[in-house]
């Protein structure tokens, strides 16, 4: 199949599509946009595909075939920086009835088109797909499809909505867009969003080429399908998905699931309609503050992993000092993440119960029986630290004690490799301290996880004044390889998450004894947006936890916190109430889940409660970017994003305040 120049298109100078014609008049659409390590179709990609599109319409070909020239995947989506490009609904609406035309005119080709899918097709990426006859994906680990854009404060606008409930049925279309899962070639065909699935070693291209020669289309949605678009059945299942959507995200915070259910529910039964209400809906919340925060939330995430890319650093072997909660649940995520890990305690008895809960999210993530038992085969216990000079990362994570991590320190450096990071997970110790130990100072770094491991998607990878630069860089990569976003703090009391953290739960506690229930702070906290309100996050952390870091900050800073919130927080741990972990803490805890009595909240003006938490935590926000505790305001607000949950819409505590200061200069 030796490609050739397509005749129509020699004409014409690409600078994103390579488009090749081969002697069976097949037309290869291969995209390699200029410039950029993945494919994404901003609006420059958009208009050479348009002309290919007008070209294939004059002279049909008997097939054509769309690919990504690109070994990192199909295409990713539209560009996500062209968004801000717009300031109002007007002037997006017209342009995504464009690209409605220009997929509709794809779609109403009379020869055969066939997307040929590897690695990622997301967004946008998989619209085009659906606008093909025919789609084939490979089945590799790298080859996911879904639709991201609800993370982005938006749902599918270039007709994907429309296509997939119509394609695959309402009830799976909607869970696909509102949840942003992302599934794997198997999965996508199991469900009718692709056609065929070729092996690893499958060719592609071959399989395409055999799709167009035969002439293959989608078949048509079956039954349940067709059913799940008509009205009652819409109504029915659109009340149940804004209850399951009310109980994750807010309308008032996320307004984009619900006017997708309220699109659908209304327009659901006739394509066309649909398409023409998705325009206008997305024409409208792409320009809403929630998306505006959420598409910079994107661009933090995206910096994150640029950072940790700065290294080839690989690890394939972790050594964990340390069973209890933390560090045990930093081991069996580790493994979860594909490597082999030892794990090391005094005593069997203290890694035992540590290999339970492994087992445990094992089941949960894996479910299949001989993947868990391979799983838990790469969870070593490892009582005498044999293999810590086996060990590409060492992670210290005992009680946080001076003296006991020195001393581990000093035994610890003559058994490591050589390029081996050596890690401590303090909360608050500054390394300085620690490294003291070491004949090497320079090579130990901090990586502070946080609770529950398996869910907070941020690390703190910490620099002391001596910390070498490229092992920093290497935890940053380690970091990105276990799926962790990698936030560079400097060396200081409470880091950057801790020391924010601090004063805000303290304030709560300030509220509570004057009076206020905790309910209703906690109300307050989430009604602003907060993922869960400042009580409840003590008692998830840990009441023994909370009380600990709050007595190392005091301790290295001038910081005076009132005694009678120490007191009523110490008083709680002598008596064993020490949060989720013991039952009961500030709440009493049922089945995972603190027990709240609603009637506590009547009555109290959440908004005051609200700004009196919120003080206390942006306060410490500016010191710590005063101190230069991370390099810059896009850094912090990344690591309170990821770190505390602050109000993902909001953009990050810094844009917050930029956004008080614009209404403050509005109103004058």
């Known amino acids: 199949m030796k490609p050739e120049q397509s005749k129509q298109d020699s004409e014409m100078s690409y600078q994103h599509w390579q488009p090749t014609l081969d002697h069976e008049d097949i037309l290869w659409w291969r995209l390699d946009r200029a410039g950029e390590s993945v494919n994404a179709l901003a609006s420059d990609v958009l208009e050479e595909l348009e002309q290919l599109i007008a070209h294939a319409e004059a002279k049909p070909p008997r097939g054509i075939v769309l690919l990504s020239a690109k070994p990192t995947g199909f295409i990713y989506g539209a560009d996500v920086r062209e968004f801000s490009d717009f300031s109002s609904a007007e002037e997006v609406t017209p342009a995504i009835q464009r690209v409605h035309a220009m997929f509709n005119r794809l779609e109403q080709l009379p020869c055969p088109t066939v997307a040929a899918i590897e690695g990622y097709c997301l967004g946008g990426g998989l619209e085009l797909a659906l ?71 499958e060719s592609l291209q071959w399989a395409a080429r ?123 995520w580790c493994v979860l993440r594909g490597l082999d890990v030892s794990l090391q305690d005094r005593e069997l008895k203290y890694i035992e119960p540590a290999l339970k809960r492994a087992r445990s999210l094992f089941t949960k993530k894996l479910r299949n029986p001989q993947k868990i038992n391979a799983a838990m085969a790469r969870l070593i216990p490892d009582v005498d630290g044999n293999r810590v000079g086996q060990a590409d990362v060492v992670i210290e994570a005992i009680f946080e004690n001076l003296e006991a991590k020195q001393a581990l320190f000093r035994t610890l450096e003559p058994k490591l490799k050589k390029e081996a990071i050596l890690a401590t997970n303090t909360s608050a110790i ?123 900050l005091s301790k290295q800073t001038d910081a005076q916190t009132d005694n009678k919130e120490q007191h009523f927080i110490q008083d709680k741990v002598d008596a064993g109430k020490l949060g989720k972990k013991s039952g009961e803490g500030l709440y009493h805890w049922s089945k995972g889940k603190p027990v709240k009595n609603s009637e506590q909240i009547a009555g109290h003006d959440l908004e005051p409660i609200a700004e009196r938490l919120l003080q206390a935590y942006l306060n410490e926000c500016k010191a710590a970017l005063e101190e230069k505790i991370v390099a810059d305001e896009d850094l912090l607000d990344a690591g309170m994003i990821f770190g505390t949950g602050f109000a993902p819409f909001r953009g990050g505590p810094m844009a917050y305040l930029k956004t008080l200061a614009q209404k403050d200069t509005t109103h004058e």
């Open 210 to 332: 055999r799709a167009v020669l035969a002439g293959r289309k989608s078949r048509k949605p079956g039954l349940l399908a067709r059913l799940s678009n008509l009205g009652p059945v819409r109504t029915l299942l659109a009340g149940q998905m804004r209850k399951r959507t009310k109980s994750k995200a807010r309308p008032e915070h996320y307004p984009a699931p619900y006017r997708l259910i309220e699109t659908w529910e209304r327009h659901g039964g006739n394509r066309q309609q649909m398409m023409q209400a998705e325009a206008i809906a997305v024409g409208k919340l792409m320009v809403t503050p929630a998306a505006v925060g959420l598409r910079r939330v994107f661009a933090l995430m995206e910096r994150l992993k640029s950072e940790a890319r700065s290294s080839d650093f690989k690890a394939r072997h972790v050594h964990v000092i340390g069973a209890g909660v933390m560090g045990g649940d930093i081991a069996a």
């Open 430 to 552: 500054p390394l300085e301290q620690l490294a003291e130990a070491l004949k090497k100072p320079s090579r130990l770094i901090g990586l502070h996880f946080f609770n529950p491991v398996s869910q907070m998607p941020t690390v703190e990878v910490v620099a002391g004044k001596k910390s070498n630069k490229q092992q920093l860089r290497n935890g940053a990569a380690f970091c990105h390889q276990i799926n962790r976003f990698p936030v560079q703090v400097k060396s200081s009391p409470g880091f950057l998450v801790n020391r924010v953290l601090a004063p805000y739960m303290l304030e709560a506690l300030t509220l509570h004894l004057e009076g206020i229930p905790i309910e209703a702070i906690d109300a307050a906290a989430e009604n602003f947006g907060m993922p869960m309100g400042p009580i409840e996050l003590a008692d998830t952390v840990g009441l023994d936890v909370c009380l600990m870091v709050t007595g190392i």
């Open 131 to 201: 606008s093909c006859s025919y789609r084939i994906a490979r089945d590799i680990p790298a080859t996911k499809l879904g639709f991201p854009e609800i993370q982005l404060g938006i749902f599918p606008g270039f007709g994907g909505s429309a296509r997939t409930v119509h394609r695959i049925g309402g009830m799976k279309g909607m869970e696909l867009m509102l949840t942003a899962r992302q599934v794997n070639a198997r999965a996508a065909k199991a469900m009718g969003l692709i056609d065929e699935v070729v092996g690893r070693h």
